[in-house]
């Protein structure tokens, strides 16, 4: 890959989602990172589990140390995420009402405070709608998480402190299975009602993002993807591809082909999508993936662009 997608872009952000474990110990990381992308994302570091691993004590090492590893290599950086309910810290899983709440708005207030002027796009809930939800009658489902179950206003209360300390930052909503994949339509238009609903109330939001976290047995078509991005715009709101990636049934040619063209339905829609500003991947080769075993990402573990690195280069 010596010659990166980034080449190729203009204003348009492709990004990856970094991991110091690989950079450290993967010989080849930094330099194909920082040769195909223009953007990056903390695949762990900025999350509440690491920065604050023990209640009131915050680490900002490992996320300071993924934005300077963006800006060293010409990189914009997204941040992500500030609320989440899945892998978290015991302290913060086992707080009960307003304690959970003060926890939240600290937390908050406290990042977004260290990260002033240096991190312009947060995450500030990830995955707070039921992934089973259907989106009948124009509602959705909460997921029934510990923030739920103890803070039922989590969502409004993060966004509304978001924008309070910093006004100056892009505030996403980020989910999975809200692409518009058949089997997770449902999800799809849950999704989308929470956050109109959220629109229509006042909350401060700014964008969607869609993970795009599919199967090659399980996708959206180039329509319905274009289709949500087109109803998120009708609300005034961007869009951003945040962690794609598409899981293998095996490392055959036949998949890879399908692989490839899936990555290029989600690009092509992004592009076409006035409202669509950046594509990220969440891993940067096979075997250094969230899902090794899957051959998801667009570099195959000799860090080799596959069949889907050159649909990509072609659509730009
Ligand atoms: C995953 C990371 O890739 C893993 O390394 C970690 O163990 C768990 O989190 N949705 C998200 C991401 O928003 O933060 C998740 O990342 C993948 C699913």
């Known amino acids: ?10 204003d348009f952000k492709i990004g990856l989602a970094l991991n110091s474990t690989f950079w450290e110990g993967v010989e080849g990381y930094t330099e194909a990172a920082r040769n195909i992308f223009n ?27 993924h934005l300077a590893k963006a800006i060293e290599n010409n990189m914009d950086f997204r941040g992500h995420c500030l609320i989440w309910h899945n892998y978290q810290p015991e302290w913060f899983v086992n707080l009960k009402g307003d304690d959970l709440r003060n926890a939240i708005v600290e937390h908050i207030t406290t990042v ?4 002033r002027g240096k991190i312009d796009t947060w995450d500030v809930v990830n995955e707070a709608v039921d992934n089973d939800s259907t989106g009948e009658n124009g509602g959705w489902e909460m997921r029934k998480s510990f923030l739920y179950n103890e803070v039922p206003d989590f ?14 930052v892009k505030l996403y909503y980020n989910d999975y299975n809200n692409e518009g994949s058949p089997e997770k339509m449902g999800k799809s238009i849950a999704v989308y009602n929470f956050v109109k609903d959220m629109v229509e109330r006042g909350v401060p939001i700014d964008g969607v993002g869609i993970q795009y976290h599919i199967k090659t047995s399980s996708y959206p078509a180039y329509e319905d993807v274009m289709d949500f991005m087109a109803k998120y715009a009708q609300l005034g709101l961007e869009v951003q ?5 598409v ?47 899957s051959y998801p990402d667009i570099l195959d573990d000799d860090l080799k662009p596959k069949h889907a690195y050159y649909t990509l280069l072609n659509i730009l």
């Not at 890959?1 to 203009?10: F, M, P, V």
């Open 39 to 65: 953007m990056g994302v903390a695949e762990n570091g900025c999350k509440l589990s690491h920065i604050q691993a023990e209640k009131g004590v915050y680490d900002f090492s490992q996320c300071d140390s």
């Open 155 to 168: 969502v409004d209360l993060a966004f509304k402190t978001a924008r309070e300390v910093d006004p100056n």
């Open 247 to 293: 899981r293998c049934d095996n490392n055959t040619k036949e998949e890879f082909e399908k692989q490839a063209e899936l990555y290029g339905v989600a690009l092509r829609a992004c592009l076409d999508s006035p409202n669509c500003n950046a594509f990220l991947i969440w891993g940067l080769a096979d075997n250094l993936s969230w899902k090794v075993g």
């Open 112 to 115: 977004l405070n260290h990260y």
């Open 1 to 10: 890959a010596e010659i990166g997608l980034r080449e190729y872009t203009n």
């Open 241 to 245: 591809i945040t962690e794609m990636d």
